[in-house]
T-cell receptor
Framework: GAVVSQHPSWVICKSGTSVKIECRSL??????MFWYRQFPKQSLMLMAT?????????EQGVEKDKFLINHASLTLSTLTVTSAHPEDSSFYIC??????????????FGSGTRLTVV | KQEVTQIPAALSVPEGENLVLNCSFT??????LQWFRQDPGKGLTSLLL?????REQTSGRLNASLDKSSGRSTLYIAASQPGDSATYLC???????????FGKGTKLTVNP
């Protein structure tokens, strides 16, 4: 089945630094990747949708200059949290789909990244 | 705008019991509805996907139903086991897009 690898699984960084999270589709080409964040005991909230080779589409209220998304290839998307602050501490999860197959085949999710900003 | 609600927020049952988790959504113009399992601190594992034209899907001890007209889906777990303990998330596609909207989940605890 489809596999999405997310790295790192957890990271601790100092306030003001930047952190990059990678999301890779291992056995399929991901034309579209989604980035979510999840606060404790809350649901997943979609942050942005990225399509290979084009700019990401951000959801309302998500700062695009703070959460930089790059989807340069069909197997890799990255999320960079710039100038991280403690309130950015959260669980970030990516998912991937290919050419709209998510509609018919569902979505595959990464294992998530726990970000703690101190 | 799609909104997804899951009831109950938490459920504790003895091992062996059959149980039902509920999910409701406000916009019936969905492509599909998907049930996931999330273990603490982990990502999501897809359990069942129901296309909008389908009424139910089954996998092992799991059965999910979909009633678009009433905006409801249920996840039935038969003969529950302690290993079923996790948070179960329901997600419905937002009409006309590939975006998924998630409920807050039901935290299930199956006691030995």
């Amino acid at each position: 089945g489809a596999v999405v690898s997310q790295h790192p699984s957890w990271v601790i960084c100092k306030s003001g630094t930047s952190v990059k999270i990678e999301c890779r589709s291992l056995d399929f080409q991901a034309t579209t990747m989604f980035w979510y964040r999840q606060f404790p005991k809350q649901s997943l909230m979609l942050m942005a949708t990225s399509n290979e080779g084009s700019k990401a589409t951000y959801e309302q209220g998500v700062e695009k200059d703070k959460f930089l998304i790059n989807h340069a290839s069909l197997t890799l998307s990255t999320l960079t949290v710039t100038s991280a602050h403690p309130e950015d501490s959260s669980f970030y999860i990516c998912s991937a789909t290919n050419l709209g197959q998510g509609i018919f085949g569902g979505y595959t999710f990464g294992s998530g990244t726990r970000l703690t900003v101190v | 705008k799609q909104e997804v609600t899951q009831i109950p927020a938490a459920l504790s049952v003895p091992e062996g019991e059959n149980l039902v988790l509920n999910c409701s959504f406000t916009d019936s113009a969905i492509y599909n509805l998907q049930w996931f399992r999330q273990d603490p601190g982990k990502g999501l594992t897809s359990l069942l996907l129901i296309q909008s034209s389908q009424r139910e899907q089954t996998s092992g001890r799991l059965n999910a139903s979909l009633d678009k007209s009433s905006g409801r889906s249920t996840l039935y777990i038969a003969a529950s086991q302690p290993g079923d303990s996790a948070t179960y998330l329901c997600a419905a596609s937002q009409g006309g897009s590939e975006k998924l909207v998630f409920g807050k989940g039901t935290k299930l605890t199956v006691n030995p």
